[in-house]
């Protein structure tokens, strides 16, 4: 009964070996992924009007309000402006909405877990803006999650 395994039967097994082993690391990277992309979350949106003048002047107020929040992490909220053709280059950099308050397409989160925009548009349509969380991995990659809420704007 000592029966000696062929080369092909050990570059199989090794082969089966290699597979789990990349598959097994592959499964450890998402639940990772998934875990820290779950929090937080967005609890509320609220807009000081729904509808505003296309003129780059009159502006609607809209502050998002996050839960729970990890205070230790710091994270940053875009709001990505679709349809892309109602995207302005005056406030809009690769396709997200620049805040004013920082002149970039992303805004810290408080330690309250609530972002504002000053928001404001020189075309007319209804423009909507899907937030997306922005964090930095460890080795220095930056992450961007759409979250689950959007909300729109009739810019007339």
């Known amino acids: 009964m000592n029966k000696k395994l062929t080369t092909r039967q050990i570059k199989t097994i090794l082969a089966g070996i290699l597979l789990l082993s990349l598959s097994a690391l592959v499964v450890m990277a998402l639940l ?59 406030f809009t950099h690769q396709g997200f909405y620049v805040a004013e308050q920082n002149n970039e397409p992303f805004v810290l989160i408080n330690e309250e877990g609530l972002v504002s925009f ?8 209804v423009i909507t803006y899907q937030p997306y969380l922005a964090r930095l991995s460890e080795q220095g990659k930056s992450y961007f999650i759409p979250l689950a809420k959007n909300f729109s704007i009739i810019f007339r």
Do not use: M, Y
């Open 118 to 125: 000053q928001i404001k548009s020189l075309k007319e349509g």
């Open 32 to 90: 990772k992924f998934s875990v820290s992309s779950s929090a937080p979350s967005i609890d509320s949106i609220s807009l000081t009007k729904e509808e505003a003048q296309a003129d780059g002047e009159d502006t609607v107020g809209a502050t998002i309000h996050f839960s729970p929040l990890l205070t230790d992490e710091k994270l940053w909220v875009g709001l990505k402006v679709t349809p892309a053709r109602l995207a302005n280059s005056n």
